[in-house]
């Protein structure tokens, strides 16, 4: 899960309501921080932020992948 916006109450809220998968199985959630890895940009959007860690998904090889995007309302 790439994060950018409240990093830490939403890393906080999926380990406490997202532990039904079983890591045994390969079944697991990862949270990234935002990162600034292509360049001194912050992430511009969902593409952009899955541009910007494809090494991540390359590195696990995995046989599907999911990709939401969401979205924040600020008051």
């Known amino acids: 899960m790439l994060i950018q ?3 830490h109450s939403l890393d906080r809220h999926i380990r406490a309501g997202w532990n039904v998968l079983n890591a045994e199985l390969g079944e ?3 949270s990234v921080p935002p ?3 292509i360049s001194e940009d912050w992430y511009r959007g969902t593409a952009d ?3 910007q860690n494809m090494f991540l998904v390359d590195g ?3 046989q599907y992948l999911l990709i939401l995007a969401g979205a ?3 008051r």
């Open 60 to 62: 696990e090889n995995p």
């Open 35 to 37: 990162q600034q890895r």
């Open 28 to 30: 697991y959630i990862a």
């Open 5 to 7: 916006y409240k990093s």
């Open 72 to 74: 924040t309302c600020t």
């Open 49 to 51: 932020a899955v541009y």
